[in-house]
């Protein structure tokens, strides 16, 4: 079924303008998104193809079957609150019967975990997107070997710099461990290649040291120690990285590189917004979308706040919101046998007209 059938078969029960149009948040760049519910034909409702919903290819288009709306309402989804709080200019068509769904048959405590929720996990990826911004990392991947340190007095010194600096070749050291120690390697040399040590590492992308049997008359050379703890985490972010990189919105990472922030501010400003969203949720026990601050979010938007002052902002609505919360006279949850009662009834009406 597509978007086309819906609307061929007047199986739409609702449609609106959603995005930074429905929040007052648009710009002339700004693409227009649609949000809508609809029902599925008797035969298919009852039998073997239930469709939840339908989208176009670039999913700005987006439509609900009105038993997957009413689930998303009683677990308090954002987006779907916010559908149903769409803006009466926004409103392209409306059934009679969407006038049973209330925003405040819905919302409940659960906006804490579903809207401060997720805007704390979007919080947690521009920490992260900022992490890699600032410190971008080389192409070319640290081994092993960059992370061992040779011991020298109280203190040490890069292994490379050592081997370097002695005219040593990592290939003719041999390692031993030391009991009751973690990365601590006694260093063997093998002056003239006939000992058969292994070398610090057999191949550049090797993953751990390797220890070599030693004689027992060889003294060491030096002691070693290998952070590979510091390796792991090191691999873990490159890989990180470099999926980050050749995954990222080009045009939007240039924009954000243009105004030097150091973070996604589109993403921000909506996270700001979903926050504030949920400030109002528990101040006023109800949800408009409509923003009453345009200039400030998109003052965000612009990159016109720094990274420290959006994450304050960000920090202080957390802190308001707990505090809101804890004075709600929000139910913990929606009244899913009242809401259920009225998805049924919204059935019966159009199956039985």
Same mark, same amino acid.
């Given at each position: 079924?597509?978007?086309?059938?819906? +609307? *061929?078969? *007047?199986?739409?029960?609702?449609?609106?303008?959603? $995005?930074?149009?429905?929040? $007052?948040?648009?710009?002339?760049?700004?693409?227009?998104?649609?949000?809508?519910?609809?029902?599925?034909?008797?035969?298919?409702?009852?039998?073997?193809?239930?469709?939840?919903?339908?989208? *176009?290819?670039?999913?700005?288009i987006t439509y609900y079957e009105i038993g997957r709306f009413v689930e998303l309402l009683q677990k308090n989804n954002p987006n779907i609150l916010e559908i149903l709080a769409s803006p009466e200019d926004c409103i392209q068509y409306k059934h009679p019967l969407m006038d049973l769904l209330k925003t405040e048959d819905f919302l409940s405590k659960l906006c804490k975990d579903t809207f401060a929720g997720y805007a704390i996990s979007q919080i947690k990826k521009a920490?992260?997107? @900022?992490?890699?911004?600032?410190?971008?990392?080389?192409?070319?991947?640290?081994?092993?070997?960059?992370?061992?340190?040779?011991?020298?007095?109280?203190?040490?010194?890069?292994?490379? =710099?050592?081997?370097?600096?002695?005219?040593?070749?990592?290939?003719?050291?041999?390692?031993?461990?030391?009991?009751?120690?973690?990365?601590?390697?006694?260093?063997?040399?093998?002056?003239? $290649?006939? %000992?058969?040590?292994?070398?610090?590492?057999?191949?550049?992308?090797?993953?751990?040291?390797? #220890?070599?049997? #030693?004689?027992?008359?060889?003294?060491?050379?030096?002691?070693?120690?290998? @952070?590979?703890?510091?390796?792991?985490?090191?691999?873990?972010?490159?890989?990180?990285?470099?999926?980050?990189?050749?995954?990222?919105?080009?045009?939007?990472?240039?924009?954000?590189?243009?105004?030097?922030?150091?973070?996604?501010?589109?993403?921000?400003?909506?996270?700001?917004?979903? %926050?504030?969203?949920?400030?109002?949720?528990? =101040?006023?026990?109800?949800?408009?979308?409509? #923003?009453?601050?345009?200039?400030?979010?998109?003052?965000?938007?612009?990159?016109?706040?720094?990274?420290?002052?959006?994450?304050?902002?960000?920090?202080?609505?957390?802190?308001?919101?707990?505090?809101?919360?804890?004075?709600?006279? %929000?139910?913990?949850?929606?009244?899913?046998?009242?809401?259920?009662?009225?998805?049924?009834?919204?059935?019966?009406?159009?199956? *039985? +007209?």
């Amino acid at each position: 079924m597509t978007i086309s059938d819906l +609307k *061929n078969k *007047n199986l739409l029960l609702f449609e609106a303008i959603s $995005g930074s149009r429905a929040f $007052g948040l648009a710009t002339e760049t700004s693409d227009t998104d649609i949000r809508g519910v609809y029902y599925l034909p008797k035969e298919d409702f009852f039998g073997l193809n239930y469709i939840p919903q339908i989208s *176009n290819e670039t999913n700005d288009i987006t439509y609900y079957e009105i038993g997957r709306f009413v689930e998303l309402l009683q677990k308090n989804n954002p987006n779907i609150l916010e559908i149903l709080a769409s803006p009466e200019d926004c409103i392209q068509y409306k059934h009679p019967l969407m006038d049973l769904l209330k925003t405040e048959d819905f919302l409940s405590k659960l906006c804490k975990d579903t809207f401060a929720g997720y805007a704390i996990s979007q919080i947690k990826k521009a920490k992260g997107l @900022n992490k890699k911004i600032v410190n971008p990392l080389d192409k070319e991947r640290k081994s092993i070997l960059d992370f061992c340190f040779i011991l020298d007095g109280q203190g040490s010194v890069s292994l490379k =710099k050592w081997l370097l600096e002695n005219e040593k070749i990592q290939e003719r050291c041999g390692l031993a461990g030391i009991d009751h120690t973690k990365g601590m390697f006694a260093l063997f040399y093998d002056n003239f $290649g006939n %000992l058969g040590y292994k070398g610090i590492t057999q191949h550049e992308e090797a993953n751990q040291v390797s #220890v070599s049997s #030693v004689p027992k008359e060889e003294k060491p050379t030096a002691y070693l120690f290998c @952070n590979l703890d510091a390796y792991s985490v090191y691999c873990k972010e490159y890989r990180e990285y470099w999926k980050w990189a050749a995954e990222r919105n080009e045009d939007r990472y240039n924009v954000n590189q243009m105004h030097g922030q150091n973070y996604d501010s589109k993403n921000m400003m909506h996270t700001i917004r979903l %926050l504030q969203s949920c400030e109002q949720i528990f =101040k006023i026990n109800a949800l408009k979308i409509h #923003v009453e601050n345009r200039n400030e979010l998109l003052d965000i938007k612009s990159g016109n706040q720094s990274y420290e002052k959006v994450m304050q902002k960000a920090e202080n609505l957390i802190q308001a919101i707990e505090s809101h919360y804890s004075n709600s006279s %929000l139910p913990d949850s929606p009244d899913l046998e009242k809401t259920t009662k009225l998805l049924v009834q919204i059935r019966e009406k159009l199956y *039985n +007209k």
